[in-house]
């Protein structure tokens, strides 16, 4: 915008063009729109990050409050730092109502602690947007951060539109820069997956090169002399939207698809989500004893791990699932209610865990049936050491669960691995001293089953927490068998804790039949719908000389005390170790010494409808797999236009496609007509041109081995028809080889009579002719028939020439009476 005229203006000539000086005017409005439709397409990038569309709303009221503020502080002849300073008092003033409203009404107030929370979300948000799984809340403090890119876009892009500065194309570049750099700022935040390159990319370029044109026009107004040109500027915005509808699908040309998008969260690190690695209770079955069958997988009688400095029958922790989800007992991060710091963190090699207890230095070789991820220790950690290989990047990656003394190494342990710590073995004995139901999360979803079965078993035992887990334990020890599934008449007992696995197959089942997998995850979900929060531990109890096979490997159930201390509730507390082949029948008809009752019959093994837990998860990934690629269609692009892109894009491309092809062969077509090597073949080639145009039009054009160009100029609807006719005979069949130049001639006026035809035609009529396969088509002549001069002189008329040139006079005439009088006048 130009300062100088403005301000030399004279009062009344301001007054006619603005009723105040407050009155944004012309420029100042195309300034305006621009900044805040630039604004909102920047702030689109964060759909991926935010759900719902709070963020856009929070950012564009704080781009329309900057945008509004940056006028008025100019009009009334403030500097730019007014304007700042203006703004950021807003910021801290709306920032509470407007972002911190999820956190209680007292956010709503300009208090001490809601200006503090504002300020700390404005500078470090960005970090805990960055680690957070998104997308985050769209109702959570986290808006502060939309909020305040919402200001800095409006105020950056319309001070810089205002900016005074002496070069004409600096003026006009500078607010488009800084609208690039917001939109940079938005994407670096963002997540490697952009929310739409159809608007970020192709919308963005069009809006900016757009602006940039206005501006630049207006800042040459002058050497100009004011000049406007609607076509002009209605031709450069149909360029620019011609180029931005076509930027999208070009890029696609040159990107490279294995390029990761570069953002911030490349450098920042999330916290460790633990879930990405699949629960070690549901691999229960590879420590059990195959009986002499071959399985690589099994690690019964294959050594785990030697560890030094504890004493036999000490207890080594694998891992600890705390969260139940209907398929596997797993571990979770934040599983625990209240203040309890239970995810898994990168700790050091010095560990602040505060428990009390026997202090151990114990030391670890992994064996050669030890693979994973999962670390095994001992108590709670208070220090690491690794030993062996790359101990630094092991050291970096190790992560650590205070809440569960759970450690795990990312990127795996292997056999001959070597690692040492110290712990604290804290005192892990069952006491009466448990939690109530208060902290208790609510059974998942489907495990309802238990509740039956837990109150049943418990109606005798009183209203003691303790008391009734310990009656449950007890019922399951005595009433259940054990079988790990592997003898020949044991396979219908298959592996798994699903709830169909725990509710179907274990506790509704006539006999309760399983192993350490099925009995643990049972016990932890009855003691949870007691009162009492329990969780399965996979480990190994330490046997004399410390070597750990697999044959050590148990799992049993920890339960919660009041003072947040967990309790072991041993395996053999709750599980059996009678096989079902050894159960006594009941029966309730007195038996005498001479009659004997037929045994209990065992059911046959069965292979039908045999599916394991395992089974089952993989066949819900795999359908969740196939529903994820039918949803996810086109990255990048909202849901609605890749549904629509690809049932009603891709057959119109095809179509499109098609079409083109046609106009393609016909330009080729008439390209090898006109380079004909022969100048008559040429004269051929353009009435040929004439004729094919004519037919596509829906013209009658007569056809055949003894139609002659006359009679053919007789069905063709054009003033030049004839004479063109007569004068292609006059050059094929003359004395004389005719010249290059009359044949470039001939073709320029074929050309101008196609194009005077088409004009007569209608506009629809015209692109069916363009497209029409009509003068593909040929007529098939008569066996033993010649062609006619011009087919047998056209390159492209037929497959091959023939010796003679015309037909006989009476079959000639005798066919040209024929279509005489079938032919009815136009």
């Not at 039908?608 to 996810?632: C, H």
Request: hydrophobic fraction near 45%.
């Amino acid at each position: 915008m130009r300062e100088t005229p403005s301000r030399a203006s004279t009062t009344s000539t301001r007054t006619r063009v603005r009723p105040h000086a407050l009155v944004p005017d012309r420029h100042s409005w195309i300034d305006i729109a621009f900044t805040l439709a630039l604004t909102g397409v920047a702030l689109s990038a964060f759909g991926t990050s935010f759900t719902g569309t709070a963020y856009l709303v929070v950012g564009m009221v704080g781009a329309v409050i900057a945008v509004v503020v940056t006028h008025l502080t100019r009009a009334a002849g403030w500097p730019v730092i007014s304007a700042v300073v203006i703004c950021l008092v807003l910021f801290f003033l709306l920032g509470g109502p407007l972002t911190l409203r999820s956190l209680g009404d007292a956010y709503a107030l300009p208090g001490g602690t809601t200006l503090a929370r504002v300020a700390d979300q404005a500078i470090f948000g960005w970090k805990d947007l960055l680690t957070t799984l998104p997308p985050v809340d769209g109702d959570g403090p986290l808006l502060v951060l939309p909020w305040l890119s919402g200001m800095l876009a409006g105020m950056v892009g319309l001070a810089l539109a205002h900016l005074p500065v002496r070069r004409a194309w600096l003026a006009a570049v500078l607010p488009v820069a800084g609208m690039t750099v917001v939109l940079c700022g938005v994407i670096l935040l963002g997540v490697r997956h952009p929310q739409s390159l159809l608007v970020q990319g192709s919308v963005f370029a069009g809006l900016a090169l757009a602006w940039l044109a206005i501006r630049a026009r207006r800042a040459s107004a002058t050497v100009q002399g004011g000049s406007r040109s609607w076509t002009r500027a209605a031709g450069a915005v149909a360029m620019l939207g011609l180029a931005a509808a076509l930027a999208h699908p070009a890029s696609a040309l040159f990107a490279d698809d294995d390029a990761e998008r570069t953002v911030a969260r490349n450098w920042v690190e999330p916290p460790f989500d633990i879930g990405r690695y699949p629960s070690p209770l549901a691999g229960f079955r590879k420590y059990v004893d195959l009986k002499g069958k071959d399985d690589p997988a099994n690690v019964y009688d294959k050594t785990l791990l030697d560890i030094e400095g504890v004493p036999a029958d000490t207890r080594v922790r694998f891992a600890t699932m705390d969260r139940y989800d209907g398929m596997v007992w797993g571990a979770t991060d934040n599983a625990l209610p209240g203040p309890a710091d239970d995810s898994f963190q990168r700790v050091s090699s010095t560990i602040d865990n505060p428990v009390e207890g026997t202090e151990v230095d114990a030391t670890v070789t992994l064996g050669e049936g030890w693979s994973g991820v999962w670390l095994p220790t001992v108590g709670a950690l208070r220090s690491m050491r690794f030993e062996t290989g790359d101990a630094r990047a092991k050291a970096e990656i190790f992560r650590y669960n205070l809440a569960t003394s759970t450690a795990v190494v990312p990127s795996g342990m292997q056999p001959g691995d070597r690692y040492s710590f110290t712990a604290v073995e804290p005192d892990d004995e069952l006491g009466e001293d448990t939690v109530g139901s208060s902290d208790l999360a609510p059974l998942p979803q489907g495990a309802a089953f238990i509740q039956g079965p837990a109150e049943k078993w418990t109606e005798k035992a009183g209203a003691d927490p303790m008391d009734r887990v310990l009656a449950a334990a007890e019922h399951l020890r005595s009433e259940g068998k054990y079988s790990d599934g592997i003898g020949r008449t044991e396979r219908i007992y298959v592996a798994g804790h699903s709830v169909w696995r725990l509710s179907d197959e274990f506790v509704n089942a006539p006999q309760i039949v399983g192993n350490d997998e099925q009995y643990a995850a049972t016990m932890a979900l009855i003691a949870n719908d007691i009162g009492v929060p329990a969780r399965v531990v996979l480990g190994a109890v330490v046997p004399e000389g410390g070597r750990v096979t697999g044959k050590d490997v148990q799992a049993w159930v920890e339960l919660r005390a009041a003072d947040g201390s967990w309790k072991t509730l041993p395996t053999e507390r709750f599980m059996s170790t009678t096989p079902p082949a050894d159960q006594v029948p009941e029966t309730n008809t007195p038996m005498s010494g001479t009659v004997i009752p037929p045994p209990n019959p065992i059911p046959p093994p069965s292979d039908a409808g045999e599916q394991s837990d395992a089974d089952l998860k993989e066949r819900k990934t795999k359908r969740k797999e196939a529903d994820d690629e039918e949803e996810g269609l086109i990255p990048g692009v909202p849901g609605w236009v890749g549904v629509v892109l690809t049932y009603v894009g891709g057959p119109l491309l095809l179509v499109a496609l098609l079409l083109g092809a046609v106009i393609g062969l016909k330009a080729w077509r008439r390209h090898r007509r006109r380079s004909a090597d022969s100048p008559s073949a040429r004269f051929v080639g353009a009435w040929r041109e004439l004729v094919d145009h004519a037919r596509d039009l829906g013209q009658v054009v007569p056809l055949g081995p003894t139609v002659t160009r006359r009679e053919q100029s007789a069905g063709i609807v054009s003033r030049q028809a004839t004479s063109l006719a007569r004068r292609a005979d006059s050059f094929v069949f003359g004395p004389g080889v005719p010249e290059v130049t009359a044949a470039a001639t001939f073709w320029e006026s074929v050309d101008a009579e196609r194009r005077a035809m088409s004009q007569e035609v209608g506009r629809w009529q015209r692109a069916r002719a363009a497209v029409s396969l009509r003068s593909f088509r040929r007529t098939s002549p008569a066996r033993g028939a010649s062609p006619s001069a011009e087919e047998a002189a056209d390159p492209t008329s037929g497959p091959a020439p023939v010796a003679g040139r015309v037909a006989s006079a009476a079959t000639r005439l005798r066919r040209r009476a024929d279509w005489r009088s079938r032919r009815t006048p136009d």
